[in-house]
T-cell receptor
């Protein structure tokens, strides 16, 4: 089946630094999503990307849908302590309209004040 | 608006017992998904429903697992009999009528089988 490779696996950065993480796939996705998960809670949607090449921002977060449809990145600018958590990419499988998502392994972000 | 609601939030039980996890999707959403999250395997899709009909249950680990969606506002995931290796966080998610509607997750049920 389809798999997503998410990197890096973990990051430990200083407050104020920018962060970049990415996902790659061997297969094409028509939709890319980025979620954040805080301890004890479910993943929360950050950004949804629907078109190849699309660049979308949500506050300090920026994500892009790769032109090949096989990759996506998420950038966080000027990190703050509340950015701590696990970030997941997810791709919507094929041309299905049933919404089945494939998740990356997650990037654990720690921010040092 | 209320999000996806799961109950219980925590469940601790002895192996061999039946476990029932419950989910109320977001009103108006017609797709519902059950996931399991562990350190070793990350987020795994167990089963999903469209319009209350199970579409893909290939992620259900064994016959001990079963899921139902009797109506648009309620779903259950049952494990019978439970085993220690079933310990995990189980998430329910729902999405809207269009195929590319993002999934919204509940806060999960943390299940511990002793």
């Amino acid at each position: 089946g389809q798999q997503l490779n998410q990197s890096p696996q973990s990051m430990f950065i200083q407050e104020g630094e920018d962060v970049s993480m990415n996902c790659t796939s061997s297969s094409i996705f028509n939709t890319w999503l980025w979620y954040k998960q805080d301890p004890g809670e479910g993943p929360v949607l950050l950004i949804a990307l629907y078109k190849a090449g699309e660049l979308t921002s949500n506050g300090r977060l920026t994500a892009q849908f790769g032109i090949t449809r096989k990759d996506s990145f998420l950038n966080i600018s000027a990190s703050i302590p509340s950015d701590v958590g696990i970030y997941f990419c997810a791709g919507l499988e094929g041309s299905s309209n049933t919404g089945k998502l494939i998740f990356g392994q997650g990037t654990t972000l720690q921010v040092k004040p | 608006d209320a999000g996806v609601i799961q109950s219980p939030r925590h469940e601790v039980t002895e192996m061999g017992q039946e476990v029932t996890l419950r989910c109320k999707p977001i009103s108006g959403h017609n797709s519902l998904f059950w996931y399991r999250q562990t350190m070793m395997r990350g987020l795994e899709l167990l089963i999903y429903f469209n319009n209350n009909v199970p579409i893909d249950d290939s992620g259900m680990p064994e016959d001990r697992f079963s899921a139902k969606m009797p109506n648009a506002s309620f779903s259950t995931l049952k494990i019978q009999p439970s085993e220690p290796r079933d310990s995990a966080v189980y998430f329910c998610a729902s999405s809207g009528a269009q195929g590319n509607q993002p999934q919204h997750f509940g806060d999960g049920t943390r299940l511990s089988i002793l």
